[in-house]
């Protein structure tokens, strides 16, 4: 689930772009949540799968995603996992 790293951005980089352009005209047009607002947040990987929690943003990445840096709930561990995937994961409570 480890995603490699192609290019990197600061955190106030980060911020000022949008997430309105590319990545809202793949998934339809209800806006998407910011990936800063998501963190503290908990998800589960499919509907069994690990609980994490959403620890921080990462980079930038060409195709209009980002990294989301997640912490499995479980064992601690840290990990990178993409931004539009996680939007595909159900919230847990």
Known sequence: MVVPSSAGHDV??????G?????????????LPQP???IGTWRRFGVTGPVYEI???GQMLSDDDC??????????????YRF???LDDPREH
Do not use: H
Request: no cysteine; aromatic share 2%; proline share 2%.
């Open 36 to 38: 800063q607002n998501l």
């Open 55 to 57: 620890v921080d943003v």
């Open 84 to 86: 539009t995937d996680i």
């Open 67 to 80: 990294l989301m840096r997640v912490r499995l709930v479980e064992t601690g561990e840290e990990l990178d």
């Open 12 to 17: 106030a980089s980060r911020a000022s772009i």
């Open 19 to 31: 997430y309105d352009g590319g990545m809202e005209g793949r998934l339809g047009s209800s806006p």
